[in-house]
């Protein structure tokens, strides 16, 4: 378990069993047992073996984590991880993969970063593990496209005086000159005075504003008014007959949209029932087609999902009647339990858990209306990485395991809150899992009553308009029954 909690290591692991499975197959067929080969990754024995587009999928969450995060190239090549060093470091043949996985997605950008890396570690390699002309090559091209025309042709020249007979490079150098001169370079200057190498993210990230505040909440990088704060408080929520007895801990986090956690509802034994029922469901996770209402798979939500039914066991039926306590929302109405596994890289882009006013299809074949609430379980506590974050409100909330964050996605007259708009951030360095339920209009008309404008909001989870706020009622000893609430 803890070689896969670092990033490098569970790249490296998938990647050995890649080839280590080619291997054990091209054994067995030359064996004349390819027959076998089929019958041991049949989906009926539950066995899957990871393939180059896993291998892929994660060379493009190595990259996500290195731009969220701002980490070295060499660094993370050497495994290191802000204070966690992996158990092993990524040779040339590793870079060059990494670096090959950017280029066929034409980011350039990493391709450069990696193909040089992977450049360096062959010259310290007694035994080489990649083709230096493929990592020229590659390098070349990537390094045209952003824009560094002198060093492309430097690099194919290289690659020329290495193999003389390579297919492409004599014609690479033509190309590259024919550039350089349609540019105003003469030829006798096209080798000489080339300038430092010039390697930018593209401008659709660079100017993309709230892409910028969303890896800076991920980092944890944007500073929090100490005045907000001091406004902050928490409070034992009894205001249902049962709660007198078992009162939830809550800890408000933000008021405007408001943004609690609930602490300590969910027990390390339920999450693990949890996670035991959805790992044979784990697919990889949907998101609504704001046009045909259908769900559809989107690169900007990276992790594997699956849904649990009351009816399957009955700590899922348990946790949806403690939502009930825990929120004062219906749960007649509101979708399954999903279930979320984040791997390398594993995210959510900025995003609403609500549909917009254009996108009237989204939960069309439901029939229960808006998503008016989200409760968000965090099963599992990354070393780092993998925050809650509000790009709107700028605002980041870190797993904490076995607490529940919860939101209201909705106004209370019904239209939804742009302030909500909310992204996962991928984990650097650990597991997560979270399990969340989507809470519906229907059903809720009394138990969140409208309010008349915008304006109109609840002061704490259940704030129905009229009493004390928490914090001002009388302090009763609570009776923190955990082992009580955990049986209804």
């Not at 950008?109 to 990592?135: F, S």
């Not at 430092?196 to 890896?215: A, C, F, H, K, W």
């Not at 066991?313 to 939502?323: C, P, Q, S």
Request: glycine letters at 6%; one cysteine or more; a negative charge.
């Amino acid at each position: 378990m803890n070689d896969i909690v670092n990033p490098i290591n569970a790249f490296l692991l998938i990647k050995r069993k890649i080839f280590d499975w080619k291997e054990i197959e091209s054994k067995m067929n030359a064996n004349k047992a390819g027959i076998h080969v089929s019958s041991i990754t049949d989906d009926n024995y539950g066995v899957r073996y990871p393939t180059a587009d896993d291998l892929s999928g994660a060379a493009i969450g190595l990259l996500r984590l290195q731009d969220t995060y701002r980490l070295d190239t060499k660094d993370l090549a050497d495994g290191k991880i802000y204070q966690d060093q992996g158990n092993y470091t990524f040779s040339a043949k590793d870079c060059f993969e990494i670096a090959r996985a950017a280029y066929n997605e034409h980011d350039f950008y990493h391709t450069v970063m990696w193909m040089e890396e992977a450049k360096r570690r062959m010259d310290d390699e007694e035994e080489p593990t990649a083709d230096m002309e493929d990592i020229l090559e590659y390098l070349a091209f990537a390094l045209y496209k952003q824009n560094n025309l002198k060093h492309a042709l430097k690099l194919t020249d290289e690659l020329y005086k290495m193999n003389p007979a390579h297919p492409r490079a004599k014609g690479n150098i033509k190309w590259y000159e024919d550039l350089l001169e349609q540019e105003g370079v003469r030829r006798s200057e096209m080798r000489k005075s080339i300038p430092p190498i010039q390697n930018r993210r593209p401008d659709s990230v660079l100017g993309n504003t709230e892409r910028t505040m969303y890896e800076a909440l991920c980092r944890n990088e944007v500073p929090v008014s100490q005045k907000d704060i001091s406004k902050l408080y928490c409070y034992y929520k009894r205001d249902r007959p049962f709660l007198i007895y078992a009162p939830i801990k809550v800890e408000i986090k933000r008021f405007n949209p408001l943004a609690v956690l609930f602490k300590d509802v969910i027990s390390d034994e339920e999450v693990a029932t949890i996670q035991e029922l959805a790992k044979p469901k784990l697919a990889r996770a949907t998101v609504h087609d704001s046009v045909t209402g259908k769900l559809v798979t989107a690169t900007y939500r990276i992790s594997k999902s699956a849904w649990l039914k009351a009816w399957e066991h009955e700590v899922v039926e348990r946790v949806n009647k403690r939502i009930d306590l825990m929120t004062n929302l219906e749960m007649e109405t509101a979708e399954e339990l999903q279930i979320a596994n984040y791997g390398i890289g594993g995210h959510y882009d900025p995003h609403f858990d609500h549909a917009k006013k254009e996108e009237s299809k989204s939960f069309e074949s439901l029939g229960t209306g808006n998503r008016i609430a989200t409760v968000l379980f965090y099963m599992s506590q990354p070393s780092h990485g993998g925050g809650t974050v509000f790009t709107e409100v700028k605002s980041t909330v870190l797993p904490t395991k076995n607490d529940a964050l919860f939101w209201y996605n909705l106004y209370k007259q019904g239209d939804g809150n742009p302030d909500t708009r909310h992204a996962a951030c991928p984990v650097l360095v650990g597991i997560k899992w979270v399990s969340n339920k989507w809470i519906h209009e229907k059903g809720n008309e009394f138990r969140r009553p409208c309010g008349l404008k915008s304006s109109d909001k609840e002061r704490f989870v259940g704030d129905l308009g009229i009493g004390p706020e928490p914090r001002d009622a009388p302090n009763l000893s609570p009776n923190l029954g955990k082992d009580v609430w955990e049986t209804i």
